[in-house]
């Protein structure tokens, strides 16, 4: 899967985070609960060197379970604090502000012994539609960013102000330069982090119903009654099972890649964690 990707304002958004860099205490990154190895900039590691940081685990509701605590119980083990996450559930706002305030705990513990009240300024990162901005509505409590179903809506920093002592900094959804995984670009481009139309959908949207057929074929009969998972082409048979027909003898195979796409991203297959901690491992020991 060949993916062109990295247009100019990826580059000045990159400058833009690391001329800011000096003004943040903590960094949070968001990744999707789905793919967190995917949905990591490889970057960032490098570029956050010696800053306190935080990786929220955001859609974990759409998820497995199980995946999720072992990919937190993974970032732990690295000295990073992680937690899972539903930013579009307000009640998680109290949880998001104890972990910011837990990482930023040895800094502001030490300023407070020379008498100064630090204002804690956290920098929200992440790659394109992971979730950036809704976790910071999340946590403010009030739409006070702009957010959107598609990637890339943020288009500069803004500040958002939590409390008189925590202070929130949004930022453009940044990719790297050259993606060469082929496995990391479909995960990408099945929970919709890069831009559907920059991409073939019809073989997307079957390279998935080959995923979901080794991850949750139980699932994915269920959901499409009738499919033939060993069939040459599945497509042809969501469309069918949808009842999805141009004509008699044909069926519309591109209604059938949008009800695929959408049913998987919005959680009606199933929770579904499309890597693991493990697949990492022994990628690692591979190399």
């Known amino acids: ?15 833009m985070l690391t001329e800011n860099l000096k003004l943040i205490d903590v960094v949070v990154e968001i ?7 995917s949905t990591r900039n490889p970057d960032f590691d490098e570029l956050f060197m010696g800053k306190d ?3 929220i685990l955001n859609k974990s509701d759409l998820a497995s379970p199980q995946t999720t605590s ?4 993974h970032f732990r083990r690295q000295g990073i604090l992680a937690a899972e996450f539903v930013a579009t559930v307000s009640s998680k706002r109290k949880a998001a502000c104890e972990l910011i305030a837990k990482a930023a705990e040895e800094k502001v513990n030490r300023l407070k012994q020379k008498g100064v009240i630090k204002t804690v300024r956290t920098m929200i990162v992440g790659i394109p539609n992971v979730g950036k901005s809704t976790f910071i509505n999340c946590v403010a409590g009030s739409g006070r960013t702009i957010v959107g179903d598609k990637p890339g809506v943020t288009k500069g920093k803004q500040w958002v102000k939590i409390t008189p002592y925590l202070e929130l900094m949004d930022t453009p959804g940044l990719l790297w330069p050259k993606l060469e995984n082929e496995d990391y670009a479909k995960n990408l481009a099945f929970i919709g982090s890069i831009k559907d139309d920059i991409l073939d959908i019809e073989q997307l ?9 080794e991850l949750c074929p139980n699932e994915l009969s269920a959901r499409y009654k009738g ?5 040459e082409a599945l497509l042809p048979e969501v469309a069918k099972a949808r009842g999805f027909r141009l004509s008699k003898d ?9 009800i695929v796409l959408d049913e998987f991203r919005g959680g009606k297959i199933a929770k579904i ?10 990628a690692q020991n591979a190399d």
């Open 1 to 15: 899967m060949l993916i062109q990707w990295y247009p100019g304002h990826m580059a000045k958004a990159r400058r």
């Open 31 to 37: 990744v999707d609960a789905r793919a967190p190895l």
């Open 53 to 55: 940081r935080i990786i």
């Open 70 to 73: 072992a990919w937190i119980n």
């Open 205 to 213: 949207s079957e390279s998935l119903l080959r995923r979901l057929t």
């Open 227 to 231: 499919i033939d998972l060993a069939a």
């Open 250 to 258: 044909e069926y519309d195979i591109e209604r059938a890649c949008r």
């Open 273 to 282: 964690s499309l890597e693991t901690p493990v697949q990492l491992l022994e």
